[in-house]
């Protein structure tokens, strides 16, 4: 897995768009841009992720650079039960191991 | 079941003692790997098992930890002689293989007293 560097924390304002931005650099051309989320006291959620295009689901949307060395995952009207860390990771699709950096804690505040 | 599931949700334990921690992987799913999380920290790979191929035990910490998993589905993770750095969250987490989506439990918050 390529290495992800994410900021730390980020405060957002309830019904504001949340942007999350990671930073892949050394990802390979084959390696995909994967987002999880843990909320307080649960395990990780699966949220997104791509390879080359921008996604988007009920969840999320995810913006990934032309040159694929960054990302952004944007909750486009964030509530207070999307308070969590955000994890960011880089990887193929085969199975393998899986390797979480520190994450970005995000705030929603009324 | 439809998700993931850890037993025990708790677990207190005295230091010394041994302690065996179960998963329940999503049924069909070939993957199962199993993380800690101390306080405040972020996820720590321990083990992943893929089908019949030996398992991937590098993140393993000490002799003291080992895992099974019987018959292609449920595992059990194993604490021998528990230390109080041992008290985490252990999650477990499975996935189809080749695919991305990662299913995780709900962990089992370990302490050593």
């Known amino acids: 897995d390529a290495k992800t560097t994410q900021p730390p924390s980020m405060d957002c304002a309830e019904g504001r768009a949340a942007n999350l931005p990671c930073n892949h650099s050394?990802?390979?051309?084959?390696?995909?841009v994967y987002w999880y989320r843990q909320i307080h006291s649960q395990g990780p959620q699966y949220i997104i992720h791509?390879?080359?295009n921008n996604e988007s689901n009920e969840m999320a949307s995810l913006i990934i650079t032309e040159d694929r060395k960054s990302s952004t995952l944007i909750l486009p009207h964030a509530t207070l039960r999307d308070t969590a860390v955000y994890y960011c990771?880089?990887?193929?699709?085969?199975?393998?191991?899986?390797?979480f950096g520190q994450g970005t804690i995000l705030t929603v505040h009324p | 079941g439809a998700g993931v599931s850890q037993s025990p949700s708790n677990k207190v334990t005295e230091k010394g003692k041994d302690v065996e921690l179960r998963c329940d992987p999503i049924?069909?799913?070939?993957?199962l790997y199993w993380y800690r999380q101390s306080l405040g920290q972020g996820l720590e790979f321990l083990i992943y098992?893929?089908?019949?191929?030996?398992?991937?035990k590098s993140g393993l910490p000490s002799d003291r930890f080992s895992a099974e998993r019987t018959g292609g589905s449920v595992s059990t993770l194993t604490i021998q002689r528990t230390q109080q750095e041992d008290s985490a969250v252990y999650l477990c987490?499975?996935?189809?293989?080749?695919?991305?989506?990662?299913?995780f439990g709900s962990g089992t918050r370990l302490t050593v007293v």
């Open positions: 987490a499975s996935s189809p293989e080749g695919n991305y989506g990662y299913t």
């Open positions: 050394t990802i390979s051309g084959n390696e995909y």
């Open positions: 791509g390879l080359k």
């Open positions: 990771r880089s990887g193929g699709t085969s199975y393998g191991k899986l390797t």
């Open positions: 049924s069909g799913h070939t993957a």
């Open positions: 098992f893929q089908g019949n191929s030996a398992p991937d």
